[in-house]
């Protein structure tokens, strides 16, 4: 079978396994969409032209999917600096609830997309694999989805759209709040393709770095959403070293 | 002329194969023939139901159950529990899933050498984690995951979107916290010996489904014949953990 037979015959399937899901629960539709992961990235790593550039991102994704008359902003926090005081992003992206591509809702409000009491955080909010869908509908590809020995090469990743690319960037804990200003989790407030000059991953001195999430909620030894792990740099090739190409969450203030 | 085909196709292979030690070993491609011998296997999902709806024969039903899977995957040698409260009855005090199971951490029946060789030595169940016994655990979750939730036969079970039937509703009678009820409502099928009147607390395998990620206390089912489980989303299946 050639490859490109395989690659449609993937497709497929999960086409068949989406439409089965809905079928089987009976997910409600018709609601318009409030909540989204992009479907492709800034490209140019941790800079995303601050969150002015990350949230006109959003916004543009949206409209190009028939959704742009609500005001898009990515989920993103920035850190402490001077004259720049810290933003939480949980604080940037309105009320909720929430709704997906489908119309499945993605959480009721702040406290349950976030877990704010022992209860809620044990439960869980819905976002998974089957609702984290982008502003066109797809499931983002995530672990074993389609292994290669490249789907950590940016070269590889950015045209094979079905590799491994479920790291999107959030500079958040897991409250959805900043972290302190002292080390960088941020690519320096989403300025900066810098990586550090050593190798390693997550934040330290002199380490460029963002904190991501996992929409299919699988990695990191934890599938935390929006708080699982740091990148090995701000580089758009660093961040596929992870399994990552620089994806935003994009909720509807409105 | 075949002779030189098949050479040029193995020097592009040997090409291939020196780019691909260029890049760094990410987690996922590691190879399969690296399987750590399934008596290291410390947790798995039954590969098949009991089959008699809630009725399990009380817990020491569900636990033989477990060990007899589990023997027959190579991994007798352990002693194995069903991940199951009980409710308190008269002269009966409650169980709780969480105290039955020993104290972990669990290892997944697919683990590989290479897992704890290299980067996924953190790859395991630890109780607090699952449990989310702090808020800091509970809102970052753990390693409980379609990938890591296998029968111990190391296979996937059937969740939201795979083929029908569903089969990720996981018995365990448990609150999140992975205790018993407390209140006077049937969450274990009548302590799991009723195959009709009552109902259980399920969780899923997968994660996904009625609105939350509770692996071990999503919903009720809506009763306890096999015919009510299957309607609930499950066929009866149950988590086990080793305890040694």
Same mark, same amino acid.
């Given at each position: 079978?050639?490859?490109?037979?395989?690659?449609?015959?993937?497709?497929?399937?999960?086409?068949?396994?989406?439409?089965?899901?809905?079928?089987?629960?009976?997910?409600?539709?018709?609601?318009?969409?409030?909540?989204?992961? =992009?479907?492709?990235?800034?490209?140019? /790593?941790? !800079? &995303?032209?601050?969150?002015? *550039?990350?949230?006109?991102?959003? +916004?543009?994704?949206?409209?190009?999917?028939?959704?742009?008359?609500?005001?898009?902003?990515?989920?993103?926090?920035?850190?402490?600096?001077?004259?720049?005081?810290?933003?939480?992003?949980?604080?940037?992206?309105?009320?909720?609830?929430?709704?997906?591509?489908?119309?499945?809702?993605?959480?009721?409000?702040?406290?349950?997309?976030?877990?704010? =009491?022992?209860?809620?955080?044990?439960? /869980?909010? !819905? &976002?998974?694999?089957?609702? *984290?869908?982008?502003?066109?509908? +797809?499931?983002?590809?995530?672990?074993?989805?389609?292994?290669?020995?490249?789907?950590?090469?940016?070269?590889?990743?950015?045209?094979?759209?079905?590799?491994?690319?479920?790291?999107?960037?959030?500079?958040?804990?897991?409250?959805?709040?900043?972290?302190?200003?002292?080390?960088?989790?941020?690519?320096?407030?989403?300025?900066?393709?810098?990586?550090?000059?050593?190798?390693?991953?997550?934040?330290?001195?002199?380490?460029?770095?963002?904190?991501?999430?996992?929409?299919?909620?699988?990695?990191?030894?934890?599938?935390?959403?929006?708080?699982?792990?740091?990148?090995?740099?701000?580089?758009?090739?660093?961040?596929?070293?992870?399994?990552?190409?620089?994806?935003?969450?994009?909720?509807?203030?409105? | 002329?075949?002779?030189?085909?098949?050479?040029?196709?193995?020097?592009?292979?040997?090409?291939?194969?020196?780019?691909?030690?260029?890049?760094?070993?990410?987690?996922?491609?590691?190879?399969?023939?690296?399987?750590?011998?399934?008596?290291?296997?410390?947790?798995?999902?039954?590969?098949?139901?009991?089959?008699?709806?809630?009725?399990?024969?009380?817990?020491?039903?569900?636990?033989?159950?477990?060990?007899?899977?589990?023997?027959?995957?190579?991994?007798?040698?352990?002693?194995?529990?069903?991940?199951?409260?009980?409710?308190?009855?008269?002269?009966?005090?409650?169980?709780?899933?969480?105290?039955?199971?020993?104290?972990?951490?669990?290892?997944?029946?697919?683990?590989?050498?290479?897992?704890?060789?290299?980067?996924?030595?953190?790859?395991?169940?630890?109780?607090?984690?699952?449990?989310?016994?702090?808020?800091?655990?509970?809102?970052?979750?753990?390693?409980?995951?379609?990938?890591?939730?296998?029968?111990?036969?190391?296979?996937?079970?059937?969740?939201?979107?795979?083929?029908?039937?569903?089969?990720?509703?996981?018995?365990?009678?448990?609150?999140?916290?992975?205790?018993?009820?407390?209140?006077?409502?049937?969450?274990?099928?009548?302590?799991?010996?009723?195959?009709?009147?009552?109902?259980?607390?399920?969780?899923?395998?997968?994660?996904?489904?009625?609105?939350?990620?509770?692996?071990?206390?999503?919903?009720?089912?809506?009763?306890?014949?096999?015919?009510?489980?299957?309607?609930?989303?499950?066929?009866?299946?149950?988590?086990?953990?080793?305890?040694?």
């Amino acid at each position: 079978m050639s490859k490109a037979l395989i690659h449609a015959a993937i497709l497929a399937l999960s086409l068949l396994a989406a439409a089965t899901a809905r079928a089987q629960h009976g997910m409600p539709g018709g609601t318009p969409m409030t909540f989204f992961v =992009t479907s492709k990235p800034i490209g140019d /790593g941790g !800079n &995303l032209g601050g969150l002015a *550039g990350a949230d006109a991102h959003c +916004q543009n994704l949206a409209a190009a999917a028939g959704a742009g008359g609500r005001t898009w902003r990515a989920y993103l926090s920035t850190q402490d600096r001077p004259g720049a005081p810290a933003v939480s992003a949980r604080d940037r992206i309105g009320a909720g609830p929430w709704y997906n591509f489908d119309g499945v809702m993605i959480a009721r409000d702040l406290a349950h997309l976030h877990g704010d =009491t022992i209860e809620l955080a044990r439960l /869980g909010n !819905n &976002l998974n694999k089957r609702t *984290g869908l982008t502003e066109k509908g +797809q499931i983002v590809p995530g672990l074993n989805d389609y292994k290669h020995p490249r789907d950590t090469d940016w070269e590889y990743v950015k045209t094979t759209p079905y590799s491994n690319r479920h790291e999107v960037l959030t500079g958040s804990q897991l409250d959805g709040r900043e972290f302190p200003p002292d080390l960088d989790y941020t690519c320096e407030n989403w300025t900066s393709n810098r990586d550090p000059e050593a190798p390693g991953m997550g934040a330290g001195p002199n380490r460029p770095n963002a904190q991501i999430g996992f929409p299919d909620r699988n990695g990191g030894g934890n599938g935390s959403w929006n708080s699982s792990h740091g990148t090995t740099g701000c580089s758009q090739t660093a961040l596929v070293r992870t399994h990552g190409v620089g994806m935003l969450y994009c909720f509807a203030i409105n | 002329m075949r002779t030189v085909t098949v050479s040029i196709s193995l020097g592009s292979l040997f090409v291939l194969a020196a780019v691909n030690t260029a890049f760094a070993q990410p987690p996922d491609m590691l190879p399969d023939s690296e399987d750590v011998p399934s008596s290291l296997m410390t947790f798995f999902v039954t590969s098949a139901p009991i089959g008699d709806g809630g009725n399990l024969g009380g817990l020491s039903g569900a636990d033989a159950h477990c060990q007899d899977l589990a023997r027959a995957a190579g991994a007798g040698g352990k002693t194995w529990r069903a991940y199951l409260s009980t409710q308190a009855r008269p002269g009966q005090p409650a169980v709780n899933a969480r105290d039955r199971i020993g104290e972990g951490p669990w290892y997944y029946p697919r683990a590989k050498l290479l897992d704890y060789l290299n980067r996924r030595l953190d790859r395991s169940l630890h109780k607090s984690q699952i449990h989310g016994d702090t808020l800091e655990e509970a809102q970052r979750g753990s390693n409980m995951s379609k990938e890591f939730a296998l029968t111990e036969k190391g296979e996937y079970v059937n969740g939201v979107g795979d083929p029908l039937p569903t089969r990720h509703d996981m018995l365990t009678g448990s609150l999140p916290d992975g205790r018993a009820f407390t209140d006077d409502a049937d969450h274990t099928c009548n302590n799991w010996t009723s195959n009709g009147a009552g109902s259980a607390q399920v969780g899923h395998s997968d994660r996904i489904g009625n609105g939350n990620q509770s692996w071990n206390s999503s919903h009720a089912t809506t009763g306890c014949s096999q015919e009510d489980l299957i309607s609930s989303g499950g066929i009866g299946l149950f988590y086990c953990f080793a305890v040694d």
